[in-house]
């Protein structure tokens, strides 16, 4: 599945981002592409005390970013915005490059990434306060708001864009000054938006971005420097719950963005055709390799038969191979490890009786693909169903009892988002108002919105991204009780 035009642009930055300056190190990173397991670039990999002068660097650029006006923050996150859409089409296929998915997908999160920027750029304006006579009469009560200092955003490699600009775009919006450590799987992207906020004009040591590789000592070195006060993360729940251990010993404030596992229940009284194509967009945007995919789908008995065919109509109609490929609408997976584990899955569902309608099978011609996939017939208790698939499978569940789907879509220990469809709206928002999860797309297969909060429940993490509550997280509240 080999593409021509894989080759990277020789402005694309390698090296460390450290107090303004491109910093090479001697041990590096190969970053693999997903289409035909070569080597795309070197990266320089940072060691743990590399990744503790990028902290450094963001601190002494704190006492200066935090008192710059807002406006001008804002005018920076905007610029960084206008740079990101001008250059959507090479940012695109740098993450198709990377990671794989289909340049469509790229595009998307391009400019899903860039809203970020522009969306904090207008919220980095709106900081505000609170001024109130205590309710005793005897004096006041001013509340205002502080950056929380240097933050420390650690990213995985399904949204290298996106899970970036989500945390940068608030934390420089608040005044912090932060330490990027993309997923070592993906990093060009991460490495190539720096840059672009580097001609948008942001101050040096405000962005630093670190590859280190194996990032456990270097995060661990970072949580233990007693500069970093804040933890924004995303990636897998195991090793948010590690880091949330690590951060408690200096009490770090974390947002943990974790995994998912969501349902995706369609009622009988469901108009169909809605039903498909939001079941296509939860379940297949990004090639499945998303923490909001559709991972359990509970489809009423008397539409059943009607959904199984549909979805595995369309599922069959997509063309898995090269994302740069116009024609291709699924890309392979971000590795080999990937592929491997989405295939135990699969064997693991079919030894528990379920039914393969298409797909079930792992491409052979030296990529990470893997086809799209139905399968029937697979029971409440398949363990299938509790585990995050993180790949373009779609099992699907039959119930009849609509008033015990609620109990079986909460038996998971993720929370992050939940997807409902239903003609009858008191219904649907009777059982959004019950289902155990931070997001519902209620009639919606999409529900991933700059403007709106985003994050999970249980084990699916803590706090919230995007919306006026993503700028919250890096802020601390300043109460002063006032007397004159
Ligand atoms: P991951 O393995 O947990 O990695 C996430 C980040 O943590 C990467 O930067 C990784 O760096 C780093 N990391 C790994 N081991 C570490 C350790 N021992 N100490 C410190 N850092 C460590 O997750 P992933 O496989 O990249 O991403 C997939 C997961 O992310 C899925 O579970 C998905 O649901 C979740 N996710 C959640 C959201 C959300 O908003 N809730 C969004 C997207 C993805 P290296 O790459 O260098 O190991």
């Given at each position: 599945?080999?593409?021509?035009?894989?080759?990277?642009?020789?402005?694309?930055?390698?090296?460390?981002?450290?107090a303004?300056?491109?910093?090479?190190?001697?041990?590096?990173?190969?970053?693999?592409?997903?289409?035909?397991?070569?080597?795309?670039?070197?990266?320089?990999?940072?060691?743990?005390?590399?990744?503790l002068?990028?902290?450094?660097?963001?601190?002494?650029?704190f006492?200066?970013?935090?008192?710059?006006?807002?406006?001008?923050?804002?005018?920076?996150?905007?610029?960084?915005?206008?740079i990101?859409?001008?250059?959507?089409?090479?940012?695109?296929?740098?993450?198709?490059?990377?990671?794989?998915?289909?340049l469509?997908?790229?595009?998307?999160?391009?400019?899903?990434?860039?809203?970020?920027?522009?969306?904090?750029?207008?919220?980095?304006?709106?900081?505000?306060?609170?001024?109130r006579?205590?309710?005793?009469?005897?004096?006041w009560?001013?509340?205002?708001?502080?950056?929380?200092?240097?933050?420390?955003?650690?990213?995985?490699?399904?949204?290298?864009?996106?899970?970036?600009?989500?945390?940068?775009?608030?934390?420089?919006?608040?005044?912090?000054?932060?330490?990027?450590?993309?997923?070592?799987?993906?990093?060009?992207?991460?490495?190539?938006?720096?840059?672009?906020?580097q001609?948008?004009?942001v101050?040096?040591?405000?962005?630093?971005?670190?590859?280190?590789?194996?990032?456990?000592?270097a995060?661990?070195?970072?949580?233990k420097?007693?500069?970093?006060r804040?933890?924004?993360?995303?990636?897998?729940?195991?090793?948010?719950?590690?880091l949330?251990a690590?951060?408690?010993?200096?009490?770090?404030?974390?947002?943990?963005?974790?995994?998912g596992?969501?349902?995706?229940?369609?009622?009988e009284?469901?108009?169909?055709?809605?039903?498909?194509?939001?079941?296509?967009?939860?379940?297949?945007?990004?090639?499945?390799?998303?923490?909001?995919?559709?991972?359990?789908?509970?489809?009423?008995?008397?539409?059943?038969?009607?959904?199984?065919?549909?979805?595995?109509?369309?599922?069959?109609?997509?063309?898995?191979?090269?994302?740069?490929?116009?024609?291709?609408?699924?890309?392979?997976?971000?590795?080999?490890?990937?592929?491997?584990?989405?295939?135990?899955?699969?064997d693991?569902?079919?030894?528990?009786g379920?039914?393969?309608?298409?797909?079930?099978?792992?491409s052979?011609?030296?990529?990470?693909?893997?086809?799209?996939?139905?399968l029937?017939?697979?029971?409440?208790d398949?363990?299938?169903?509790r585990?995050?698939?993180?790949?373009?499978?779609?099992?699907?569940?039959?119930?009849?009892?609509s008033?015990?789907?609620?109990?079986?879509?909460?038996?998971?220990?993720?929370?992050?988002?939940?997807y409902?469809?239903?003609?009858?709206?008191?219904?649907?928002?009777?059982v959004?108002?019950?289902?155990e999860?931070?997001?519902?797309?209620?009639?919606?297969?999409?529900?991933?919105?700059?403007?709106?909060?985003?994050?999970?429940?249980?084990?699916?993490?803590?706090?919230?991204?995007?919306?006026?509550?993503?700028?919250?997280?890096?802020?601390?509240?300043?109460?002063?009780?006032?007397?004159?």
């Open positions: 599945m080999k593409n021509e035009s894989s080759k990277l642009s020789s402005s694309q930055p390698l090296d460390s981002l450290i303004g300056r491109w910093i090479a190190h001697k041990s590096k990173v190969a970053v693999t592409n997903p289409v035909d397991g070569s080597t795309l670039a070197q990266v320089s990999s940072a060691t743990p005390d590399d990744c002068s990028a902290v450094d660097a963001a601190q002494n650029a006492i200066s970013w935090k008192a710059t006006a807002p406006r001008v923050r804002a005018e920076i996150l905007r610029k960084s915005f206008e990101m859409i001008a250059e959507q089409e090479s940012l695109a296929r740098l993450i198709t490059l990377e990671n794989g998915k289909v469509s997908d790229a595009r998307a999160e391009v400019a899903y990434a860039a809203e970020f920027f522009r969306w904090f750029s207008e919220e980095a304006v709106r900081i505000d306060g609170d001024y006579r205590a309710p005793g009469g005897a004096n009560l001013m509340v205002s708001r502080q950056p929380v200092g240097v933050a420390l955003l650690a990213t995985p490699w399904n949204f290298p864009a996106a899970m970036a600009t989500r945390k940068i775009g608030p934390a420089l919006a608040a005044g912090c000054t932060v330490v990027l450590k993309p997923a070592s799987e993906t990093p060009l992207t991460a490495l190539a938006i720096a840059e672009i906020m001609r948008a004009g101050p040096d040591g405000v962005i630093n971005v670190v590859v280190p590789s194996p990032s456990g000592p995060v661990s070195a970072m949580l420097s007693d500069k970093v804040k933890l924004s993360f995303t990636g897998s729940t195991p090793i948010g719950s590690l949330l690590q951060a408690a010993e200096k009490v770090i404030n974390c947002t943990m963005e974790l995994g596992n969501a349902p995706f229940i369609v009622f009284d469901a108009d169909l055709a809605a039903a498909i194509d939001g079941a296509m967009l939860a379940k297949m945007r990004n090639g499945g390799a998303a923490c909001t995919a559709a991972n359990r789908f509970f489809v009423h008995e008397k539409i059943y038969d009607a959904f199984a065919e549909l979805l595995t109509a369309r599922m069959s109609a997509l063309v898995l191979g090269d994302g740069l490929d116009a024609k291709t609408t699924v890309g392979p997976l971000v590795s080999k490890s990937q592929q491997q584990q989405v295939a135990k899955l699969v693991e569902a079919k030894s528990f379920a039914k393969v309608m298409c797909g079930g099978n792992a052979t011609d030296g990529s990470f693909g893997y086809f799209p996939t139905v029937t017939d697979v029971s409440f398949a363990p299938i169903l585990t995050e698939i993180f790949g373009p499978v779609a099992p699907l569940v039959r119930f009849s009892d008033d015990d789907i609620l109990a079986h879509a909460n038996n998971v220990e993720h929370g992050l988002v939940a409902v469809f239903t003609r009858d709206l008191g219904r649907g928002m009777r959004s108002e019950g289902l999860s931070g997001m519902v797309g209620l009639n919606r297969g999409l529900v991933s919105d700059p403007a709106a909060p985003f994050g999970g429940v249980k084990q699916s993490g803590l706090g919230r991204e995007g919306a006026h509550d993503g700028l919250l997280a890096f802020l601390e509240t300043k109460y002063v009780a006032g007397n004159w």
